[in-house]
């Protein structure tokens, strides 16, 4: 009798027994709900190219279309313009004296430029288009193998270059989300906004250290970073998250302050900073 019950109950093979990798949907859900345990599950699959290859395409969509919104705003037209116009003019105002070129000249060319910026062009818009996805390619490969360099050559982690990318790339849907906020507080605002931080909120000048710290207070970037940290630690199977994620935001630091500092010794290189 008890043979014949324990011939009927089934027996789970080791392909029943296996667990499946789960779905993308399921991944952005637990982004933000259970990042430690999504990673963790991520870690047990060779990652996916679709892992950062949709948050990141996300991003630049956004990112467009809020510069498109926000170039039709007149007045945060003419702020965009006017905050450009500035960094443009301290490289003129190099040029005159140095004896490159005389102040009416310099004069003359800033506003032909800023003409040009408040009725925008279709140039513009191309440049927006095309420039955008450029950038944020380069940017995210770049910055993908310095967190590689971290994590399994610092920190002693075990995983890949593709381990790094997909740390670094499934967060990338906080950032579509800080866009989002960002654009719906300029239009409220009916001001010009480059982020969220402390120092956008405030008008603070960028170019000073105070408004360089005040720039870093941000919820969203905060939030980015400790995601990545926590991706870094489970995708190179380490059970000590903590360091991952120090080491993730001292990159964002240090290197938002090397540029800080490079910008103060060549002024050109404000041109790239983040605004």
């Known amino acids: ?16 027994n296996e667990e ?18 999504t990673f963790t599950k991520m870690s047990k699959y060779p990652p996916k190219p679709v892992d950062w290859i949709i948050p990141i395409l996300l991003v630049i969509v956004v990112t467009i279309l ?3 919104v926000l170039m039709n705003n007149p ?10 116009l500035v960094k443009i003019e301290k490289q003129f105002k190099q040029m005159v004296e140095k004896g490159q070129i005389s102040q009416s000249k310099a004069d003359e060319q800033l506003d032909a430029i800023r003409e040009r910026m408040e009725k925008g062009s279709v140039l513009q818009l191309i440049g927006i288009i095309i420039g955008i996805p450029i950038i944020t390619f380069i940017l995210f490969f770049i910055v993908s193998g310095v967190l590689l360099l ?18 670094y790339g499934l967060p990338f849907y906080v950032i579509s989300l800080q866009v989002i906020i960002m654009v719906i507080a300029a239009l409220v605002m009916n ?11 405030m008008s603070a000048d960028k170019s000073t250290f105070l408004g360089f710290v005040l720039s870093k207070l941000d919820i969203f970037s905060i939030w980015f970073y400790v995601l990545v940290g926590i991706g870094l630690a489970k995708m190179f199977k380490s059970n000590n998250s903590s360091n991952y994620i120090i080491a993730s935001l001292s990159m964002w630091i240090g290197f938002s302050l090397l540029f800080f500092l490079l910008a103060k010794v060549w002024p050109f290189l404000d041109m790239f900073m983040p605004a």
Do not use: C
């Not at 949907?25 to 933000?32: M, Q």
């Not at 007045?75 to 450009?84: D, N, P, T």
């Open 1 to 16: 009798m008890d043979e014949k019950q324990n011939s009927e109950i089934p027996v789970m093979s080791p392909v029943e």
């Open 75 to 84: 007045v945060i037209r003419h702020a965009i313009a006017e905050k450009s």
């Open 20 to 37: 499946f990798d789960i779905g993308h949907s399921d991944k952005i859900v637990g982004l933000f709900t259970e990042p430690g345990k």
């Open 150 to 167: 971290i994590a399994k050559y610092i920190l002693g982690g075990e995983g890949s270059y593709n381990s790094a990318m997909a740390a």
């Open 66 to 68: 809020s510069q498109i």
């Open 191 to 201: 001001k010009f906004l480059t982020g969220i931080s402390v120092a956008d909120l």
